[in-house]
């Protein structure tokens, strides 16, 4: 007998709901990421932060992974889906070993790859709940591509999920040029990272950049960016003010 | 989802705030995070809000709600001073907000922390929570942050604290609560109030103790990767 009452209404479209699964709304998020193209590849930043609501619950989780030898990946979003994801890279990563012609797929194959998976999923109502960030260079070619859980996907010299969407892609465009030293990339991402950990309730102050180059990928160790609050108008925010705001 | 950023959701502290009595008075605390959806709006608000020379509040839950009805209050103990010739005990604060609080519970959403000082009962705390029940307590806890702290308070919590271990408490329980809490974060602000007067502090987000999985702040990576090599061990 089932006493689990199924949740469609009588002129549901949906198809049968108790044999399938479906994230229907993501537990374990990550928050932004943020990534550019600089001078010898790409950089991507994120923080470790694992959110389950409103609570800060992990405080290192890796978002950001290599995949093959010429791509790295980052997401935000669902954790699970994320791993999942890995999963699938992984057998097409095998696979494309197995063949052993000395051929490997570079980051626009993987991009390509993922935004299908992502798009199929969207249109079965059955998405994975994350927003990518696909980074890489092959022969010299830099590549840095977005994939969103409802399959958007485009390239640029700058990306962003999330929140970074909204705070980091303005600074990117005012700040990214062509031919970026690693510091410089650095710098962008840093001042990037800070006003997500200012603005953004679900960042958490531990984080990490990636490099890939075409010798291959670096994932820095986590790191705590320093904030500023020492400023007199934060001390005495209303003075003068009846009531304190 | 993505782009979903909601940015006219309505103002909500998040919040943690404490109100602790000691041995002379009151240490009142609170965190400085005001968001809209996920949107930090203000990272340095003041949520300690002054009713009296001698009567503070705490405000959390909806900033709207929380400001209005500090206004009425505040109001309302102006005229009642006046006519008594003397400053408003913290019990009258308290049950005026309660009125308001009670009377209005339909339409309000939000939790009050009243604490302060007068001379026929010394340091108080008062908390009103969602509904409108008043109910005076040695400490209490209060917003969205107050969850991750009852079992610190059940533990760290002692009758007859100094002013100093007092305020050491509130600053660490504040500190606590952001660590966790996504609607709380910023400084901590913290107000003492006893038969002396009133004195307000203030805590920067960087000068706070790190607690677990929480690292050192640094400049930038680059400070890191160009730092020297540790020494080589000295057998």
Known sequence: MNFTASKQPESCLLGPESDSQRTLYPYVTGTSVVALKYKDGILMAADMGGSYGSTLRYKSVERMKPIGKHSLLGASGEISDFQEILKYLDELILYDNMWDDGNSLGPKEVHNYLTRVMYNRRNKFNPLWNSLVLGGVKKGEKYLGTVSMIGVNFEDNHVATGFGNHLARPILRQEWHENLSFEDGVKILEKCMRVLLYRDRSAVNKLQIAKITEEGVTISQPYSLKTYWEFSAFENPTQGAVGSW | ?235
């Open chain 2, 1 to 235: 989802m993505d782009l979903d950023m909601n940015v006219n959701a309505p103002h909500s502290m998040g919040t943690t705030i404490i109100g602790v009595t000691y041995n002379g008075g009151v240490v009142l605390g609170a965190d400085s995070r005001t968001s809209t959806g996920m949107y930090v709006a203000n990272r340095a608000s003041d949520k300690i809000t002054q009713l009296t020379d001698n009567v503070y509040v705490c405000r959390s839950g909806s900033a709207a709600d929380s400001q209005i009805v500090s206004d009425y209050v505040r109001y309302f103990l102006h005229q009642h001073t006046i006519q008594l010739g003397q400053p408003a005990t913290v019990k009258v604060a308290a049950n005026l907000i309660r009125l308001l609080s009670y009377n209005n519970k339909n339409m309000l959403q939000t939790g009050l922390i009243v604490g302060g000082w007068d001379k026929y009962e010394g340091g108080k705390i008062y908390g009103i929570p969602l509904g409108g029940t008043l109910v005076e307590q040695p400490f209490a806890i209060g917003g969205s942050g107050s969850s991750y702290l009852y079992g610190f308070f059940d533990q760290a919590w002692k009758e007859g604290m100094t002013k100093e271990e007092a305020e050491q408490l509130v600053v660490k329980a504040v500190s606590l609560a952001i660590a966790r809490d996504g609607a709380s974060g910023g400084v901590v602000r913290t107000v003492i109030i006893n038969s002396d007067g009133v004195t307000r502090n203030f805590y920067p987000g960087d000068k706070l103790q790190l607690w677990h999985d929480e690292l050192e702040p640094q400049n930038s990576l680059l400070d890191i990767l160009n730092a020297p090599s540790p020494e080589p061990m000295n057998i």
